[in-house]
């Protein structure tokens, strides 16, 4: 069935870079999500990107997708220590029905 | 625009109890989702609903678990009897399109 897979932690200094990796399975995929989740929050949607784009950028955040190796990666520009949090990586077919999403990965941002 | 309410935020019940959660998602938004997340997890879909039919339930343990979704707006998710092990974090999520999900805060249940 279909999977999505992350590291489990990533630790980074203030104002370095953080890049946050995710692989999936489902060769179908149409819409590859990054969401946040603080403590006690529910999840809140960063971005998006359509499996017809190899990369998006919105402010700090760049995305970039690898179809051919299934690769999707969330890079966000001079961490700060507010952006510390679990993020997940999602993927869904058509529509954006059945999301399936990873299990996370909590970034430890150091002042 | 306000966000996807759910209620309660908390809610500690003894197995084989009852308990029942609440969502209101964003005016407008057809599709409503269930979503389960235990500690540690990312979010496993439970059950969902396209206005006020089913869409997919197949992950929705249907002995215990159920779920409605009345005039197309609100819905409940009620689990009856209660097992240890479904202690997590009760996710409801509303959305227009495939453009991504607005999620409410949850509703963390324990059961002991």
């Known amino acids: 069935g279909e999977d999505v897979e992350q590291s489990l932690f990533l630790s980074v200094r203030e104002g370095d870079s953080s890049v946050i990796n995710c692989t999936y399975t489902?060769?179908?995929?149409?819409?590859l999500y990054w969401y946040k989740q603080e403590p006690g929050a529910g999840l809140q949607l960063l971005t998006y990107i359509f499996s017809n784009m190899d990369m998006k950028q919105d402010q700090r955040l760049t995305v970039l997708l690898n179809k051919k190796d299934k690769h999707l990666s969330l890079r966000i520009a001079d961490t700060q220590t507010g952006d510390s949090a679990i993020y997940f990586c999602?993927?869904?077919?058509?529509?954006?029905?059945?999301?399936?999403f990873g299990a996370g990965t909590r970034l430890f941002v150091k002042a | 625009e306000a966000g996807v309410a759910q209620s309660p935020r908390y809610k500690i019940i003894e197995k084989r109890q009852s308990v029942a959660f609440w969502c209101n998602p964003i005016?407008?938004?057809?599709?409503l989702y269930w979503y389960q997340q235990i500690l540690g997890q990312g979010p496993k879909l439970l059950i969902q609903?396209?206005?006020?039919?089913?869409?997919?339930d197949s992950q929705l343990p249907k002995d215990r678990f159920s779920a409605e979704r009345l005039k197309g707006v609100d819905s409940t998710l009620k689990i009856q009897p209660a097992k240890l092990e479904d202690s997590a974090v009760y996710l409801c999520?509303?959305?227009?399109?495939?453009?991504?999900?607005?999620f409410g805060s949850g509703t963390r249940l324990t059961v002991v």
């Open positions: 609903f396209q206005n006020n039919g089913v869409v997919d």
């Open positions: 005016s407008g938004h057809a599709t």
């Open positions: 999602a993927e869904s077919n058509t529509g954006g029905f059945k999301t399936i």
């Open positions: 489902d060769s179908s995929s149409t819409y």
């Open positions: 999520a509303s959305s227009p399109t495939g453009e991504g999900y607005t």
